[in-house]
Protein backbone atom coordinates (compact mmCIF):
# COMPACT_ATOMS: atom_id res chain seq x y z
CA UNK A 1 0.00 0.00 0.00
CA UNK A 2 1.51 3.56 -0.93
CA UNK A 3 1.48 6.50 1.39
CA UNK A 4 -1.31 7.85 -0.40
CA UNK A 5 -2.87 5.26 0.05
CA UNK A 6 -2.04 4.37 3.72
CA UNK A 7 -3.53 8.50 4.27
CA UNK A 8 -6.71 7.99 3.18
CA UNK A 9 -7.08 4.85 4.95
CA UNK A 10 -6.03 7.14 8.36
CA UNK A 11 -8.26 9.83 7.17
CA UNK A 12 -11.32 6.96 7.30
CA UNK A 13 -10.28 5.82 10.68
CA UNK A 14 -10.73 9.94 11.60
CA UNK A 15 -13.68 10.49 10.00
CA UNK A 16 -15.89 7.55 11.18
CA UNK A 17 -15.16 8.40 14.23
CA UNK A 18 -18.41 10.33 15.56
CA UNK A 19 -18.01 14.00 16.55
CA UNK A 20 -18.75 15.73 19.30
CA UNK A 21 -20.67 18.84 18.42
CA UNK A 22 -19.35 21.29 21.56
CA UNK A 23 -16.03 21.39 20.55
CA UNK A 24 -14.29 25.12 19.50
CA UNK A 25 -13.26 25.67 16.04
CA UNK A 26 -9.54 25.03 16.58
CA UNK A 27 -10.65 21.62 17.79
CA UNK A 28 -12.41 20.96 14.66
CA UNK A 29 -9.27 21.55 11.89
CA UNK A 30 -7.43 18.32 10.49
CA UNK A 31 -4.36 18.27 8.68
CA UNK A 32 -3.79 15.43 6.10
CA UNK A 33 -0.19 15.31 5.75
CA UNK A 34 1.82 13.93 2.46
CA UNK A 35 4.60 14.72 0.92
CA UNK A 36 4.80 17.44 -1.27
CA UNK A 37 6.20 15.06 -4.02
CA UNK A 38 3.18 13.42 -3.99
CA UNK A 39 1.09 16.39 -4.89
CA UNK A 40 -0.12 15.46 -8.51
CA UNK A 41 -0.44 12.06 -7.31
CA UNK A 42 -2.78 13.33 -4.04
CA UNK A 43 -5.01 15.92 -6.59
CA UNK A 44 -5.63 12.16 -8.46
CA UNK A 45 -6.74 10.84 -5.45
CA UNK A 46 -8.94 13.70 -3.95
CA UNK A 47 -12.22 12.16 -5.42
CA UNK A 48 -11.49 8.93 -3.12
CA UNK A 49 -11.27 11.37 -0.10
CA UNK A 50 -14.87 12.89 -0.87
CA UNK A 51 -16.18 9.40 -1.47
CA UNK A 52 -15.11 7.87 1.66
CA UNK A 53 -16.28 11.00 3.76
CA UNK A 54 -19.91 10.97 1.85
CA UNK A 55 -19.52 6.94 2.79
CA UNK A 56 -18.91 7.89 6.52
CA UNK A 57 -22.82 10.03 6.55
CA UNK A 58 -20.75 13.42 6.12
CA UNK A 59 -21.22 16.18 3.10
CA UNK A 60 -18.22 17.07 1.61
CA UNK A 61 -17.41 20.60 -0.18
CA UNK A 62 -13.56 21.76 -1.12
CA UNK A 63 -12.26 24.81 -1.21
CA UNK A 64 -9.62 25.60 -3.91
CA UNK A 65 -7.00 28.20 -3.12
CA UNK A 66 -4.53 26.88 -6.03
CA UNK A 67 -5.41 30.11 -8.06
CA UNK A 68 -5.95 32.51 -4.89
CA UNK A 69 -2.96 34.26 -5.22
CA UNK A 70 -3.08 35.39 -8.87
CA UNK A 71 -6.48 36.01 -8.89
CA UNK A 72 -6.30 38.59 -6.11
CA UNK A 73 -3.11 39.64 -7.96
CA UNK A 74 -4.72 40.24 -10.94
CA UNK A 75 -7.57 42.89 -9.20
CA UNK A 76 -4.54 44.90 -7.96
CA UNK A 77 -4.21 48.19 -9.08
CA UNK A 78 -0.85 48.42 -8.79
CA UNK A 79 0.05 44.62 -10.48
CA UNK A 80 2.37 45.63 -12.84
CA UNK A 81 4.49 47.33 -10.33
CA UNK A 82 4.76 44.72 -8.10
CA UNK A 83 5.96 41.87 -10.78
CA UNK A 84 8.68 44.90 -11.70
CA UNK A 85 9.86 45.49 -7.78
CA UNK A 86 8.18 42.24 -6.08
CA UNK A 87 9.45 43.73 -2.68
CA UNK A 88 6.70 46.34 -3.01
CA UNK A 89 4.24 43.41 -2.02
CA UNK A 90 5.82 43.41 1.82
CA UNK A 91 2.97 45.81 2.04
CA UNK A 92 0.66 44.10 1.40
CA UNK A 93 0.94 40.97 2.37
CA UNK A 94 -0.24 38.98 3.96
CA UNK A 95 -3.08 40.97 5.56
CA UNK A 96 -4.40 41.89 2.21
CA UNK A 97 -4.25 38.40 0.83
CA UNK A 98 -6.21 36.98 3.70
CA UNK A 99 -8.67 39.22 3.53
CA UNK A 100 -9.35 38.26 -0.20
CA UNK A 101 -8.74 34.91 0.89
CA UNK A 102 -11.77 35.42 3.80
CA UNK A 103 -14.19 36.75 1.28
CA UNK A 104 -13.62 34.45 -1.59
CA UNK A 105 -14.47 32.10 0.79
CA UNK A 106 -17.48 33.53 2.19
CA UNK A 107 -18.54 34.19 -1.40
CA UNK A 108 -18.19 30.62 -2.11
CA UNK A 109 -19.84 29.39 1.27
CA UNK A 110 -23.08 31.07 1.03
CA UNK A 111 -23.82 29.21 -2.25
CA UNK A 112 -23.08 25.89 -0.69
CA UNK A 113 -25.04 24.74 2.31
CA UNK A 114 -22.85 24.35 4.71
CA UNK A 115 -24.03 22.17 8.07
CA UNK A 116 -22.35 20.74 11.44
CA UNK A 117 -21.60 17.49 9.67
CA UNK A 118 -19.87 18.98 6.60
CA UNK A 119 -16.30 18.42 6.15
CA UNK A 120 -14.54 21.80 4.38
CA UNK A 121 -11.56 20.70 2.26
CA UNK A 122 -8.59 22.83 1.53
CA UNK A 123 -6.60 22.23 -0.94
CA UNK A 124 -4.01 23.97 -3.09
CA UNK A 125 -2.35 25.64 0.43
CA UNK A 126 0.77 25.26 -1.15
CA UNK A 127 0.53 28.08 -3.72
CA UNK A 128 0.16 30.36 -0.21
CA UNK A 129 4.38 29.53 0.54
CA UNK A 130 5.91 32.09 0.93
CA UNK A 131 3.04 34.27 0.77
CA UNK A 132 0.94 33.97 3.82
CA UNK A 133 1.67 31.17 7.16
CA UNK A 134 -1.34 28.47 7.08
CA UNK A 135 -2.01 28.65 10.38
CA UNK A 136 -2.71 32.59 9.89
CA UNK A 137 -5.58 31.38 6.95
CA UNK A 138 -6.40 28.65 9.30
CA UNK A 139 -7.34 30.81 11.97
CA UNK A 140 -9.32 33.10 10.07
CA UNK A 141 -11.28 30.43 8.07
CA UNK A 142 -12.12 27.74 10.82
CA UNK A 143 -14.28 29.51 12.47
CA UNK A 144 -16.34 29.94 9.42
CA UNK A 145 -17.18 25.94 9.44
CA UNK A 146 -19.64 24.32 12.11
CA UNK A 147 -18.46 20.98 10.64
CA UNK A 148 -14.98 19.66 10.33
CA UNK A 149 -12.23 21.91 7.97
CA UNK A 150 -9.57 19.16 6.47
CA UNK A 151 -6.17 20.67 5.23
CA UNK A 152 -4.70 18.75 2.76
CA UNK A 153 -1.02 19.91 3.14
CA UNK A 154 1.89 19.42 1.14
CA UNK A 155 4.68 18.76 3.87
CA UNK A 156 5.42 17.67 6.89
CA UNK A 157 4.37 16.72 10.78
CA UNK A 158 6.65 15.77 13.84
CA UNK A 159 6.55 16.85 17.46
CA UNK A 160 3.15 19.06 16.50
CA UNK A 161 5.25 21.00 14.14
CA UNK A 162 3.91 21.38 10.68
CA UNK A 163 6.41 22.29 7.68
CA UNK A 164 5.05 23.55 4.55
CA UNK A 165 6.66 21.88 1.69
CA UNK A 166 9.02 21.29 4.17
CA UNK A 167 9.91 24.91 4.37
CA UNK A 168 12.05 26.06 7.53
CA UNK A 169 9.12 28.11 9.02
CA UNK A 170 7.63 25.29 10.62
CA UNK A 171 4.83 26.31 13.37
CA UNK A 172 2.83 24.23 16.18
CA UNK A 173 -0.94 24.70 15.28
CA UNK A 174 -3.21 22.26 17.58
CA UNK A 175 -5.20 20.44 15.10
CA UNK A 176 -5.33 16.94 14.41
CA UNK A 177 -3.08 15.49 12.38
CA UNK A 178 -3.35 12.56 9.81
CA UNK A 179 -0.71 11.22 8.30
CA UNK A 180 0.03 7.93 6.19
CA UNK A 181 1.29 6.38 9.11
CA UNK A 182 -1.01 7.24 11.78
CA UNK A 183 -3.93 9.42 12.55
CA UNK A 184 -4.54 10.73 16.46
Sequence with gaps: MNKLDRLLKSYTQYIETPWRPDVAAAQRVVFCVYDEA?????????????????????????????????NWMSKEDYAASFFAEPELLQDLLPDELLDFIERRFDEWAAQIP???????????????????KIKDCVDRL???????LVIFFPGSYENNNYRLLDGYDGWNYLAVPITADCSI
Excluded at 44 to 65: M, N, P, S, V, Y
Excluded at 114 to 119: A, D, I, K, R
Excluded at 142 to 148: F, L
Design 114 to 132: LSEGTVVALKGVGTLFGFV
Design 142 to 148: ASRIQGR
Design 38 to 70: DELHFRAKIDEFELTTRQKGHDWACFDLTDIFT
